[in-house]
């Protein structure tokens, strides 16, 4: 089961009751949010074990305006060289995420496992006196008190606070959370994964940067969001809710079964991909092995390496300290299937592997489509979008050209007006017709397959409809679910 805890390997959160009568001139209740309102803005820097093995980044938001619901959030982040700016809507009761703009599903996770994680014992309808000793309990078990040990000053980039420091201990660290009760949200935070083995490995850290508020949009939001990785700015957006694949495998060892999930399920050369990947016990999905040290690779049909992941970062591996792992990086390898391994060179610290009995590895076969006719990536040879001299949809050198009606179609069917059966009867149409031209069998029909139509070959539809892609490279999404069998011809 892929997961993401902001704290704990396979844990299990008990929350206590957080009544403290303890009397103190600094006592007063506190939950995640209180006080948030229009024109708020705060600003942090963000490192999580589980974006990217605590690559560090900047979060910066301000709150545009109150809903029924909640508030909605304009936000900015700055990822090494990467700008993403989007709306994000958090909810009233806790200030959790409850939609973002699909650019920002990544950090917001991360905002929600790290900002807001302690929201997991103080909210609206259950404040905390930030004093009290235990708040809660966590833990593998839930068998660690988490609570005040009083307050302190702590410095930070946007100034010095009186916070409470919030306290646990478990795998033999101690974690630290600094809440100031004039503030929504923590100031600071040192929280270590707690983890079954290995040695101890920050789970996330944070600092307030800057805070204030501006009726007008402050000026960290006069940015435009950057394309992360190159490639055609049609390139879909990884969307594993609706448009991934998602399976577990043991490696060829038998040590170790490694769950994955990738998205697009179909992806374009020259376009982003990205996969999660968990390495969990053969005997338990709910358990992760800790310090993994492992690589992806390509290969061709032989078994050759022809790309590794770590090496084009400048690594020897990459390293996973609780097990869990998420990586994006461009599909280069052209169509029409990419052959993956996920090899697990053993255990150990990050300095290395000092333990290889766990080693062992996968195969995975990836569908993949042409390149966009825009892509530039300097990784992709895109003159050869329309030769396909090494695909199924070989055929396609002649110009193809669709009658500007049918685009109606297609329009209607990407914005669900039309359902799947339609579009492919429109299709049938267009092949009986000779409009369309497809490699198979002359006065062939088409009907539906029996699997589903992946979402974007839709998307490409309906910017085909609007102008933005060509007549062949839509036709080329058709061949694709042909070469498939999610359409299917029959003479």
Request: contains cysteine; charged residues 10%; glycine residues 8%.
């Amino acid at each position: 089961m892929i997961f993401r805890s902001p704290l704990v390997v396979s844990a299990i959160l008990i929350v206590v009751g957080t009544a403290s009568m303890i009397p103190s001139v600094f006592a007063t209740t506190w939950y995640v949010g209180e006080g948030l309102k229009p024109g708020d803005y705060y600003r942090y820097d963000i490192a999580d074990v589980f974006y990217h093995n605590l690559a560090p980044f900047e979060m910066d938001f301000w709150v545009q305006n109150q809903t029924s619901n909640g508030y909605n959030l304009q936000m900015v982040v700055h990822d090494g060289s990467i700008i993403q700016k989007g709306t994000v809507a958090i909810g009233n009761i806790t200030p959790d995420p409850t939609y973002s703009d699909p650019n920002l599903a990544d950090y917001t996770n991360v905002y929600r496992l790290t900002l807001t994680w302690l929201d997991s014992f103080a909210i609206e309808t259950h404040p905390v006196d930030i004093l009290s000793p235990v708040w809660g309990q966590t833990g593998i078990y839930g068998e660690v008190s988490i609570g005040s040990i009083g307050m302190q000053n702590v410095t930070v980039p946007a100034g010095t606070f009186s916070a409470s420091t919030l306290h646990f201990h478990d795998s033999g660290v101690d974690s630290y959370l600094w809440v100031d009760p004039s503030f929504a949200f923590p100031i600071k935070a040192k929280v270590y994964a707690i983890k079954t083995s290995g040695a101890p490995t920050i789970g996330y850290q944070y600092n307030l940067l800057e805070y204030g508020n501006s009726a007008q949009p402050p000026s960290f939001l006069n940015v435009q969001s950057s394309n992360p990785l190159g490639g055609s700015a049609q390139c879909p957006t990884p969307d594993f809710a609706s448009d991934s694949v998602h399976n577990t495998q043991s490696t060829d060892s038998g040590t170790v079964a490694i769950e994955y999930l990738y998205s697009p399920s179909v992806p374009h050369q020259g376009c982003p991909m990205d996969w999660r990947i968990d390495f969990e016990p053969v005997y338990s999905a709910i358990q992760r092995i800790s310090d993994i040290h492992y690589d992806i690779y390509t290969v061709d049909n032989q078994g050759h390496e022809l790309g590794s992941l770590a090496q084009s970062i400048g690594r020897t591996d990459i390293y996973s300290a609780v097990g869990d792992d998420e990586e994006t990086f461009i599909e280069t390898q052209p169509p029409p299937v990419v052959h993956y391994i996920i090899n697990v060179a053993g255990t150990g610290p990050e300095s290395g592997v000092s333990d290889p009995s766990d080693a062992g590895m996968i195969s995975v076969d990836v569908n993949v489509v042409p390149p966009f006719a825009s892509a530039s990536t300097g990784l992709v040879n895109t003159t050869n979008t329309n030769s396909n001299t090494n695909t199924s949809t070989s055929n396609t050198t002649q110009s193809i050209v669709i009658p500007a009606w049918i685009k109606n179609n297609a329009k209607w069917w990407s914005q669900g007006q039309i359902g799947d059966d339609q579009f492919v009867q429109g299709i049938q149409y267009l092949i009986q017709q000779g409009i369309m031209k497809v490699p198979t069998q002359s006065n062939s029909t088409a009907t539906a397959g029996t699997q589903q139509i992946p979402a974007w070959v839709k998307t490409d539809a309906g910017w085909w409809a609007s102008g933005q892609i060509s007549d062949d490279q839509f036709v080329q999404g058709i061949q694709y679910m042909i070469t498939n069998g999610i359409i299917t011809l029959s003479s």
